[in-house]
């Protein structure tokens, strides 16, 4: 174990800069990975767990999804207040039990308890990859680190179902999470010998159940945070919805099961690149324009793309093109979103941050999985979901900036009440 303690000159002794930044991007991708890899796989364990409906293969996406969402909202006191390893190793060990519990699971009951209680394990990462990077880095140092561990974690998505593919070409489809099993005890060990504790001692916060009822009030009591809250679930929602059923889409409707990986990971792309180019231009143009722009892109397409469906012009093209296309959308829209529900609360950052993951992957989850059920062979559920999802979102963005676009601040947001 390693126990030295970290200084400004060595905020992670043991584990030198390289190794740190390809440990976060392990981190931050594991949740992906969970997710995309059985994708290609859904209807074969749905086969082998005697699914009899085929839309319900997809829950075995959503019930991690929940997991994962239910648990943020803990992971961030618990952190401020035992330290960053030791929470991290619980929730890693949790990750990686629930994979075993996947691999021997016989019945699509005890699969979906092992697939909520993986994303449960899954979400330490998810809130503890920023948190320990800023207990070790602070301005273009942090920015540094995230911006090259970012780059592993857009790849993930893109390959991640190919990996999946490849794994069950020479192995029983159990080999998947036999994968995310032995991931999860690499990164276990890995932390157990190289991460030291990077919360100082004196950083640490008792856990108040004043302090949090405090936080998330600040939250609800801002019409900014409310407001890009809801609309990024809305947007989620539509994420979510394509995950769980593009398997089926482009096996079913296109009859293109082949071309499946090939084509999520070239959409994966340009949400990716995206993702990349905001980097670039969100400081000269501002998150308000890049994101408002962003989001009146993706609801002409989805809107588009749900009259091209109803018109009965549907191809397998079409499809692909238009979903890469609203994918790059997303990428623009949704890292601001959270930037600005996170502005009215920065003092609290970590619950409020908590209090967010929460109510985006649950509500996004919750809405994704309901219209992904509703696939009935065609396209026009999904199509006709994201226009919907697409709508509500402008209207929740309308709600929080009081009815205008494209300010350069945000002038009706609410104070910051300091306690």
Known sequence: MNSAIPTPDNPHPGMGFRQFVAFIAMM??????????????????????????????????????????????????????????????????IYTLASLGAVFATTFEVMMAARVLQGVGAAATRILAVAIV?????????????????????????????????????????AIFGMLLIFGSLLIFWITVRLPETLHPDDRIPISYRGITYAFGLVLRSRIS????????????????????????????????????????????????????????????????????ALLGYLAVTCIHAVLVLMGHETLLLFSVLQAVTMFFFGLVVSNFNAMAMEPVGHVAGTASSLLGFTTTIGGAIL????????????????????????????????AEHGRLFRAHAHGASPVVKK
């Open 134 to 174: 800023r207990d070790c880095y602070s301005g273009r140092q942090m920015a540094r680190v995230m911006s090259l561990s970012f780059i592993v974690f857009l790849a993930v998505p893109i390959i991640a179902p190919s990996i999946g593919q490849l794994i069950v070409l020479v192995a029983p489809w159990r």
């Open 226 to 293: 409310m407001g890009y809250m809801f609309a990024m679930t809305m947007i989620m929602s539509g994420l979510f919805a394509f995950i769980t059923s593009a398997q089926q889409v482009f096996s079913v409707v296109f009859d293109a099961a082949g071309l499946f990986t090939l084509i999520f990971a070239a959409i994966a792309l340009f949400m990716a690149m995206s993702s990349f180019l905001n980097s670039r231009i969100v400081e000269r143009l501002g998150m308000r324009r890049v994101s408002h722009a």
């Open 28 to 93: 931050m991708a594991t949740n992906a990975i969970a997710i995309d890899s059985m994708l290609p796989s859904l209807p074969e364990i749905g086969r082998a767990l005697k699914i009899d409906t085929a839309n319900h293969a997809q829950l075995i996406i959503t019930s991690y999804l929940l997991g994962f969402g239910a648990a943020q909202i803990v992971y961030g006191p618990l952190a401020d207040r035992f330290g960053r390893r030791r929470v991290l190793l619980v929730g890693m060990a």
């Open 368 to 399: 994704g999985s309901s219209l992904g059920q509703m696939f009935d062979g065609t396209t026009l559920p999904l199509t006709v979901g994201f226009a919907a999802f697409g709508v509500a979102a402008l209207g929740f963005v309308l709600f």
